[in-house]
């Protein structure tokens, strides 16, 4: 039986599920239900209009299953869709439910990990051409300068769990130095998708040890335990029987194999149309 009144965890893809597993492990007594889009991913190449289609369809979705709270553990969704669901289709809908994202949090902390005021951003391509982070963090951190890269074949590494091989290093050096190559005063690299932290044993070997790799899920769990905490009219909606779900708009063969890389193997998901 699926939970009740679930928190619901959302990504294009599979990526999601790296931030599901540090939100799960900080918030063990709540439910949750994480939705993949697979069938229309990658969002990253697409307009502003499309990616807010897609993850508008997919907030609705949560809302039918009953969920209170919706994250959108996917930086395109993040970047594109999240400002006008909030600001306005909540709104219009009058709904009490709400739906947050994972550039916030992250740029909420990002200028008191760096030290020299130099920052690093490793993301795709379509996250990188909003300037979402750029422009999140100035709001935070007006002094803060910030370098951005886009790494547009890492997904497709994971993906296709390629990422441990020798193959891998090639592209994860290339990037890894078109950052740095930006300003050596970098000290601070946020990995902007929530793929990357799969990448991590590699990126530690072309970064030096002197920079800190910061990964997306952790921040997030502690933030969402905090708005809990703020938040109990929505905390208090929140089914806690310790159950999980998982669903995906693709193939569930497929979507389960995957989520074994990025989450742990015996994941059984059902699927969905949108």
């Known amino acids: 039986m699926p939970p009740s009144q679930p928190i619901g965890v959302f990504d294009s893809g599979y990526g999601g599920l790296t931030v599901l597993k540090s939100i799960v492990e900080k918030l063990p007594a709540y439910d949750f239900i994480y939705l993949g889009d697979n069938a229309r991913t990658p969002y990253g190449n697409r307009s502003f209009e499309t990616v807010y289609q897609y993850t508008r369809e997919c907030v609705q979705w949560f809302f039918s299953r009953g969920c209170p709270l919706v994250i959108l553990a996917c930086n395109t969704s993040s970047a594109k869709a999240l400002r006008t669901i909030q600001q306005q289709d909540l709104v219009e809908s009058g709904t009490a439910s709400r739906v947050l994202g994972v550039i916030r949090p992250t740029t909420e902390i990002a200028g008191l990990l760096s030290k020299t005021g130099k920052v690093g951003i490793l993301a795709t391509s379509g996250t990188v051409n909003s300037e979402s982070y750029v422009l999140e963090i100035k ?125 742990r193997e015996g994941i059984r998901s059902e699927r969905v149309f949108l």
């Open 139 to 263: 709001k935070f951190f007006p002094d803060i300068q910030v370098f951005q890269q886009a790494c547009p074949l890492w997904v497709p590494l994971i993906e296709n769990n390629e990422h441990e091989g020798p193959g891998a290093d090639f592209f994860v050096k290339k990037y890894a130095d078109e950052l740095l190559s930006q300003s050596p005063d970098i000290d601070t690299v946020l990995l902007a998708c929530t793929h990357y932290p799969l990448l991590m044993n590699k990126l530690r070997k072309y970064f030096p040890g002197t920079i800190q790799l910061v990964a997306q899920g952790d921040i997030v769990g502690e933030s969402l335990v905090k708005y809990l905490k703020n938040h109990p009219e929505i905390e208090s909606r929140c089914s806690k029987q310790a159950r999980l779900a998982f669903y995906t708009t693709d193939d569930t063969l497929d979507f389960d194999r995957h989520a074994g890389y990025f989450y």
